[in-house]
C-alpha cells in the first residue's frame, strides 16, 4: 500500500561523539547491510503489480561525508531528506548522511518506510556503530531476517466473510478498469507533490529532571506517557488555534506490532507498526490530569488484535487498487471509484497532529572509541496530520522532533502550540 507514497521517508539522526572516518562508518553500513538483508534490498513488480522484495543486483548503500561546521546542518539536511525520491527498482532504499567533525558527527539515516519502522532506525544505529567502532576483523554477522506480516498477523486480525465479499467485489469492479502504475507514474506524483510543500522540522530535549518529574507524575496516575503527551498537544492546538477544527479531536496513536506477532520479530528491520484511531474532545474546565487518565482509558480500550491489525484486512485488495488508492490520495489520479474509497477511510483518519512515542531506548552509548551522546526521533511527514510529533528518551534525556508542512501551518503558529503543551506538562508536573 505504501509502495508510491511520495512521502515515505523515515529520518533519525544520530550524535556521535569521537573520531569516525568515512572508512569507519563504510564499515559500520556493510556489515549492518549483512545482518539487515533489507538495507540491500529494491522492490520488483509482478504481473499483478504486487511489489516483492528482492536483493538480486542491488547497488551499494549511498553515504555522503560532509564537513561539520555549526553543529546544526543536520536540521536542514532533515528537511530535504524528508523529499528524497527513491529508485524502487532499482535500490537500495535507504541513505546515510554524515555530518563530519574531528570530535563530534552527526549521522542523518534515511529509509523508505517498507523496510523499516522508528525502532528498526534505533537498532540500525546502534548496530553501524558496532561495527564502525570495531576493528576490521570483526566475525561475519549473522543475519537477521525478517518475518512478513502475513505470516505472523493474529488470526483475530481478518476481517471475516463479509469484509471477503466486499473486497472481492471491490476488485472485480476495479479490474475492469485495467487501471495500472509504474515508476514513471510514481515519478510524476512525487514532483507534483513535493512542488508546493515546504517540510520543516523542529527539535527539542528535555532534561533528566524534567524527565524524571514527568514519568513520576504519569506512574502515579497510572497512565502512559504518550498520553500525558497526547493530551498536552491536543489542549494546545484548542489555545492556539482554537476549537473549531473537528479533526483536532481525531487521535491517531502508533502503536509497535512487535510483541503482537504471533512469530518473534525480536530487533529485525521492518515495518512492524500500525495506529489506533479514536476520537477525543478535550473536555473543557477539567484538571489536565483528570482529562490526560480518561484519553488514556481510550486509547487502552482499543489495544484489541482487531482495531491494531485492521490495516492488514487490505491485503484482501488487489495490490492495483491499492496503487490507485495511494495515487488517488495524493492528487496524482481522478478516478470516482479510487476518490471515494479515499475519502470515506481518511476523514476519519485526518487529525491535527500525531503524537507516537518510542519510550526508552536501551541502547549501548559506548562503542570502543566512539560515543552515541544523542538519537533523534524520527521526522516523518504525514499525509494525513497537520503536525507529526515523535518521542524517544536514550541516556536520561527526552528527544522530540515535531515535522509539519510550513506551506500549510506556520511556523509561528506550530511553535506557539509546543510552547503550550510544553508549558502545560511544565506546570502539571512541578518542572
Not at 20 to 30: A, F, H, Q, S, Y
Not at 296 to 320: C, E, G, Y
Not at 333 to 361: C, H, K, Q, W, Y
Request: aromatic letters at 8%; glycine letters at 8%; one cysteine or more.
Amino acid at each position: 500500500m505504501r509502495l508510491w507514497f511520495p512521502n515515505i521517508n523515515v529520518v533519525m539522526v544520530a550524535r556521535i561523539r569521537g573520531r569516525i572516518t568515512k572508512r569507519d562508518l563504510e564499515r559500520g553500513v556493510t556489515k549492518a547491510r549483512q545482518k539487515h538483508p533489507l538495507l540491500g534490498a529494491r522492490i520488483e513488480l509482478d504481473g499483478d503489480g504486487a511489489g516483492w522484495f528482492t536483493t538480486q543486483g542491488v547497488p551499494e548503500i549511498p553515504i555522503e561525508v560532509v564537513p561539520r561546521a555549526t553543529g546544526s546542518e543536520w536540521r536542514e539536511r532533515v528537511n530535504e531528506e524528508l523529499k528524497r525520491r527513491w529508485p524502487i527498482g532499482i535500490g537500495p532504499l535507504c541513505h546515510f548522511v554524515l555530518f563530519h567533525g574531528p570530535n563530534a558527527s552527526d549521522l542523518v539515516v534515511n529509509a523508505h518506510h517498507s523496510i523499516c519502522d522508528a525502532h528498526s532506525l534505533a537498532y540500525l544505529i546502534r548496530d553501524i556503530l558496532a561495527f564502525a567502532g570495531t576493528s576490521t576483523d570483526v566475525p561475519e554477522p549473522e543475519p537477521v531476517i525478517p518475518v512478513s506480516l502475513e505470516e505472523a498477523v493474529s488470526s483475530h486480525a481478518s476481517g471475516g466473510f463479509l469484509s471477503s465479499l466486499v473486497m472481492r467485489g471491490l476488485n472485480r469492479k476495479w479490474l475492469r478498469k485495467g487501471i495500472t502504475f509504474d515508476e514513471t507514474d510514481y515519478r510524476g506524483l512525487h514532483r507534483s507533490f513535493w512542488k508546493e510543500r515546504c517540510a520543516t522540522v523542529l527539535s527539542w530535549t528535555l532534561s533528566t529532571p524534567q524527565v524524571k518529574a514527568l514519568v513520576h507524575r504519569c506512574r502515579k496516575r497510572r497512565i502512559s506517557v504518550n498520553s500525558a503527551l497526547y493530551l498536552a498537544f491536543l489542549e494546545a492546538q484548542h489555545r492556539v488555534q482554537g476549537v473549531g477544527r473537528s479533526v483536532f479531536n481525531n487521535v491517531l496513536v502508533p502503536v509497535s506490532l512487535r510483541s503482537y506477532l504471533a512469530q518473534r520479530v525480536a530487533e529485525a528491520l521492518g515495518l512492524y507498526a500500525s495506529v489506533l484511531q479514536l476520537r477525543f474532545k478535550v473536555p473543557p474546565d477539567k484538571p489536565f490530569w483528570h482529562s490526560a487518565q480518561m484519553l488514556d482509558a481510550r486509547v487502552k480500550r482499543q489495544l484489541t488484535d482487531r482495531n491494531i491489525f485492521a490495516a492488514q484486512r487490505l491485503r484482501a485488495m488487489h495490490p492495483s487498487l491499492l496503487d490507485g488508492l495511494a495515487f488517488a490520495r495524493f492528487g496524482g489520479f481522478d478516478d470516482p471509484m479510487a476518490r471515494g474509497l479515499v475519502e470515506r477511510v481518511l476523514t476519519r483518519m485526518r487529525t491535527g497532529i500525531l503524537v507516537s512515542n518510542l519510550g526508552r531506548l536501551d541502547l549501548p552509548a559506548d562503542y570502543g572509541g566512539l560515543r552515541l551522546s544523542a538519537i533523534r526521533p524520527p521526522a516523518i511527514y504525514a499525509g494525513n496530520a497537520e503536525k507529526a510529533l515523535e518521542v524517544l528518551t536514550f541516556g536520561g534525556r527526552m528527544f522530540l522532533t515535531l515535522t509539519f508542512d510550513a506551506a500549510v501551518v506556520a511556523r509561528e503558529t506550530v511553535q506557539a502550540v509546543v510552547d503550550t503543551a510544553m508549558g502545560l506538562l511544565a506546570a502539571s508536573s512541578s518542572w
